[in-house]
T-cell receptor, first 114, second 113 residues
Framework: NAGVTQTPKFQVLKTGQSMTLQCAQD?????MSWYRQDPGMGLRLIHY???????DQGEVPNGYNVSRSTTEDFPLRLLSAAPSQTSVYFC?????????????FGDGTRLSIL | KQEVTQIPAALSVPEGENLVLNCSFT??????LQWFRQDPGKGLTSLLL?????REQTSGRLNASLDKSSGRSTLYIAASQPGDSATYLC????????????FGKGTKLTVNP
């Protein structure tokens, strides 16, 4: 199994540009989420989804949009990139959110905004 | 608001030592407590998950405990090896209308040969 696949692995953007970070899982997981990891801040939740068609905001949602049209895919969109969004972004999934299944993480997307 | 704290932030030990990593959380309304390992430049790998009704979980040389009443979890690593060098993160999957994993900032472990 491929697990959780994130693309691209690296990206450099200019301020004001938009882009979509892709996340796909092949484990039929209902729960998917996006985190950003910054030095000294740890991992912070951006958005999450408990199933297709259902999304909700996490701790730091401003400047990001998500949608969940299929169980497999959970893309993260940066609407107008800002230097403060320079970070490493991780997508994660689990079978359910009820609490007895571990989270599976992708390898991350390293994003730099100039 | 759930807050998760890990102490110490960094730890350096000689090979072969048994060691304990600490994690504390402020809100006991959790579904589970998870421990992860992160190698430099890599994603997170799940090590152990303790459900809220459980007291501990074991996998090989790793043992994690959970005390909800005191808001604490520990990760015990037996007979440490240089390959155990990594950052260890704990995370509480929190209940209460916003089901989400709240992470500590991690403990960076170095095991010296």
């Amino acid at each position: 199994n491929a697990g959780v696949t994130q693309t691209p692995k690296f990206q450099v953007l200019k301020t004001g540009q938009s882009m979509t970070l892709q996340c796909a899982q092949d484990m039929n997981h209902e729960y998917m989420s996006w985190y950003r990891q910054d030095p000294g801040m740890g991992l912070r939740l951006i958005h999450y989804s408990v199933g297709a068609g259902i999304t909700d905001q996490g701790e730091v949602p401003n400047g990001y949009n998500v949608s969940r049209s299929t169980t497999e895919d959970f893309p993260l969109r940066l609407l107008s990139a800002a230097p403060s969004q320079t970070s490493v972004y991780f997508c994660a999934s689990s079978y359910s959110w009820v609490g007895n299944q571990p989270q599976h993480f992708g390898d991350g997307t390293r994003l730099s905004i100039l | 608001k759930q807050e998760v704290t890990q102490i110490p932030a960094a730890l350096s030990v000689p090979e072969g030592e048994n060691l304990v990593l600490n994690c504390s959380f402020t809100d006991s309304a959790i579904y589970n407590l998870q421990w992860f390992r992160q190698d430099p430049g890599k994603g997170l790998t799940s090590l152990l998950l303790i459900q809220s009704s459980q007291r501990e979980q074991t996998s090989g040389r790793l043992n994690a405990s959970l005390d909800k009443s005191s808001g604490r979890s520990t990760l015990y690593i037996a007979a440490s090896q240089p390959g155990d060098s990594a950052t260890y993160l704990c995370a509480a999957f929190t209940q209460g209308g916003s089901e989400k994993l709240v992470f500590g900032k991690g403990t960076k472990l170095t095991v010296n040969p």
